[in-house]
């Protein structure tokens, strides 16, 4: 009577290894280096869909790039990282997003203290109307840092991971808005640094900045790359090569592919990402 | 015939300086009228004493009391109520029916005239709740009436913040309530101000909802369950009744002069905060 009982394990086996081919992640990580799992997620608005089926990683200490034309998703993918698209009330979403192995949508979590443990930085710079200062210390203090010496410390060494120190030391009193655009998003960047996250959000956070100002931020991503899981939303496809160790092209909702961005570039596997790199659409 | 460009173009900046210095002017007409009349009859004592012989002759200190204890109340009861009520609509509800009708209701209570408020102050507080006519009814009363300018008026402050602040103040951790208090309040405080000034004006030279519910005795207030006359009815009972017509214009004097200080004053305050905060 165990044959019977066998046969039903190696059924059962077989269920499993096709369902896990079936959803297999396309772009995983490295066994044990995923920072974010995001497994077969969709986000939707007023129940059309926005984004379908994704699944994809972002391993520790890598900058991801996401590529694609207008309306593809990104910048709903990106937010739903951090669960920003939630203060929409039309958002509802399915599938599972893991930030190091826990749900973040699950009913347990504290949002606020999600959103400082994946930081992000918006496509315009915003400085809050107030000091350089007071925006830097902010995010900190809304986390219940209060010491003056320690958010001394902090600012400044945001502020040097920004690339940004040398030019504000002197003027972090005077209002964030006398910046110029491109040192804006640096201190954009340093705010968010000053959360001291585990994962940066940037939702094409050059687009409107000159190349010197563009070079500068690159310059940070690369050092910040030692420390934590960075995913670019770029418009720049050669933001993208530059700026990035793997690149997923995303198109009308959907993830096409992912993988190392030199392979991405110069030998994507469809066709449709060969079409967008080259400048074919998009 | 064509006009050339030019001509309509200086013509209608002509037009238009004309309509607003003739605004201005009649403006400036009034208050130099009053001042004219009513200055040279203010005096110390006049701004020290108790009225004597029902106003003509002696000072208008306790009208002075009694405006600022109404109008004080009434904006230090109406502000809180009118900027959360103004919060709850932006920040915390989704557009919808029940919003409708807040911001209707809000609305149709700003077209009532006073003398509504005031019948209805004298039928609930006074009467009903037993207040008798007192500071409190009339402060109630006055709370009312300013009540939909604060909402509307601090609601479009708050709608003015950019919605990229509280967009940031989320991504950097805040809950909705830091957001509102440290973020929105913070950037809408000037407009917020702008709302309350322009309720303590509208305080200060209410007459007709404060005749019906503080009264008009002529004694000093020494709480706010006493009845006190506020230097508005005050203005109107001495004009109206003929019993000095200096003394009219003098109080009249003193009640613009309050209600240019008090404007001031706010918006030095605001401006203060607005460069300590840009």
């Known amino acids: 009577m165990t044959e019977p009982k066998n046969n039903d394990v190696a059924k059962e086996d077989a269920r499993l290894m096709a369902e896990m081919l079936a959803q297999q992640p396309a772009p995983a990580c490295p066994a044990g280096t995923a920072k974010i799992k995001v497994e077969d997620f969709s986000a939707f608005f007023d129940g059309a869909a926005v984004l379908r089926n994704i699944s994809l990683e972002v391993c520790e200490r890598e900058r991801l790039a996401i590529i694609g034309p207008a309306s593809s998703g990104k910048t709903t993918f990106l937010r739903s990282l951090n669960r920003l698209n939630d203060l929409a009330p039309n958002f509802s979403k399915t ?18 203290a999600l959103r400082r443990r994946i930081g992000m930085v918006y496509a315009v710079p915003v400085p809050l109307p107030w000091t350089i200062y007071e925006n830097l210390t902010y995010g900190p203090r809304l986390a219940g840092v209060h010491s003056r010496s320690r958010l001394d410390a902090l600012v400044e060494s945001c502020l040097r991971s920004a690339f940004l120190w040398d030019e504000v030391k002197d003027r972090l009193n005077e209002p964030a808005a006398n910046l110029s655009g491109g040192q804006q998003q640096r201190m954009c960047l340093a705010r968010v640094l000053a959360l001291e996250p585990e994962v940066l959000l940037l939702d094409e956070p050059c687009s409107g900045l000159d190349p010197i100002s563009t070079a500068k931020i690159e310059d940070a991503l690369a050092q910040l790359r030692s420390k934590y899981s960075i995913v670019l939303v770029t418009n720049n496809t050669k933001q993208a090569a530059r700026a990035s160790d793997r690149t997923a092209f995303f198109l009308m909702g959907e993830l096409v592919e992912c993988g190392p961005t030199a392979q991405v570039f110069t030998n994507p596997k469809h066709q449709r990402t060969s079409d967008y790199i080259t400048g074919h659409f998009g | 015939m064509r006009i050339p460009p030019r001509i309509t173009q200086g013509l209608a900046v002509s037009a238009m300086w004309v309509l607003a210095s003739l605004t201005l002017g009649v403006l400036a007409f009034i208050i130099a009228y009053i001042l004219w009349h009513g200055l040279p009859h203010v005096t110390w004592t006049f701004l020290t004493e108790s009225p ?18 109404v109008t004080g109340l009434a904006v230090l009861i109406a502000a ?63 709370t009312l009436m300013v009540l939909p300018t604060i909402i509307r008026t601090s609601e479009e402050a708050i709608r003015a913040v950019p919605q990229s602040f509280r967009d940031v103040s989320f991504g950097l951790g805040s809950t909705r309530w830091q957001m509102v208090t440290q973020v929105v309040l913070r ?92």
């Open chain 1, 95 to 112: 599938g599972r997003i893991l930030l190091a192995g826990r749900d973040i949508y699950g009913p347990e979590v504290d949002v606020a």
């Open chain 2, 52 to 69: 004597k012989a029902m106003g003509r002759e002696g000072g208008v200190l306790p009208m002075i009391l009694g405006t600022a204890w």
């Open chain 2, 80 to 142: 809180p109520i009118g900027v959360a009520t103004a919060i709850y609509l932006t920040e915390y509800t989704r557009e919808g029916r029940l919003t409708a009708v807040i911001r209707f209701g809000a609305d149709c209570l700003a077209g009532i005239p006073s003398i509504i408020f005031g019948l209805f102050g004298f039928v609930f507080f006074v009467i009903t709740l037993g207040m008798g006519l007192s500071i409190i009814s009339g402060a109630l009363t006055l």
């Open chain 2, 187 to 278: 950037s809408a405080l000037p407009g917020i101000g702008t709302g309350i000034v322009l309720s303590i004006g509208r305080s200060i030279s209410e007459t007709a909802a404060v005749m019906l519910t503080a009264g008009s005795a002529l004694g000093f207030p020494h709480t706010a369950f006493d009845s006190s006359r506020t230097l508005a009815l005050h203005f109107y009972v001495l004009s109206r009744e003929g019993l000095s017509m200096s003394n009219a214009y003098a109080t009249a004097s003193v009640l613009i002069i309050a209600i240019l200080l008090v404007n001031l004053a706010a918006y030095w305050l605001m401006r203060r905060f607005v460069a300590k905060v840009a």
